[in-house]
Antibody, heavy 129, light 107 residues
């Protein structure tokens, strides 16, 4: 059974930092590009960031560019999101989600066959003073 | 950025009804569209990808169609388990974007 388990969420003050983790099991982690998708309370879904299998291709939403950094450790089957300079509008449940391709986000590459087929349960980040 | 617009935002329906949700893209996305189902407090679940390909394990009452900029999700014979919020999502170009969601409620 595939499991993606996020951790690291919590309450942080505006301007603060937080590091989210996502531990994967039951799937060939190296065969997946990984993403962070967030959902503000009562709102819709927003893609945040993607990272390809060997970290060669990394993309960010404009809303987090320069503040968030995505990384992964294939030896530990883990995905990370370092979030700095947090703002109230970053308050959301953060999901990690897998795309079954090694090369998501590469320039001049076609889209993957399939989008997010595995999701974690999410971790809540609350930015408030 | 490609904007995804779903209609309606809310839909009231009864068990065994046929339900159709529309998703429009602000630019052509070819067939690179996915549909998700989300229940309260849960992660989204992939239903359909490449506009019309059913994800494994998803009941055949769900179907998707369309290409270019207009897409539909159809649920034939709505079941009690289908009352949820549905999102479309384009993965043709970055940033990948979602529709605002369609909540399917019990009439």
């Amino acid at each position: 059974e595939v499991q993606l388990v996020e951790s690291g969420g919590g309450l942080v003050r505006p301007g603060g930092s937080l590091r989210l983790s996502c531990a994967a099991s039951g799937l060939t982690f190296r065969g997946y590009s990984m993403n962070w998708v967030r959902q503000a309370p009562g709102k819709g879904l927003e893609w945040v960031s993607s990272i390809s299998s060997t970290s060669g291709y990394i993309n960010y939403a404009d809303s987090v560019k320069g503040r968030f950094t995505v990384s992964r450790d294939n030896a530990k089957n883990s995905l990370y999101l370092q979030m700095n300079s947090l703002r109230a509008e970053d308050t959301a449940v953060y999901y990690c989600a897998g795309v079954p391709t090694m090369f998501q986000g590469g320039p001049r590459l076609p889209p993957p066959e399939k989008s997010f087929d595995y999701w974690g349960h999410g971790t809540l980040v609350t930015v408030s003073s | 950025d490609i904007q995804m617009t779903q209609s309606p935002s809310t839909l009231s329906a009864s068990v065994r009804d046929r339900v159709t949700i529309t998703c429009r893209a602000s630019h052509s996305i070819n067939i690179w569209l996915a549909w998700y189902q989300q229940k309260p407090g849960k992660a989204p679940k992939l239903l359909i990808y490449k506009a019309s390909t059913l994800e494994g394990g998803v009941p055949s009452r769900f179907s998707g169609s369309g290409s270019g900029s207009e897409f539909t999700l159809t649920i034939n014979s709505l079941q009690p388990d289908d009352f949820a919020t549905y999102y479309c999502q384009q993965y043709n170009s970055y940033p990948w974007t979602f529709g605002q969601g369609t909540k399917v409620e019990i009439k």
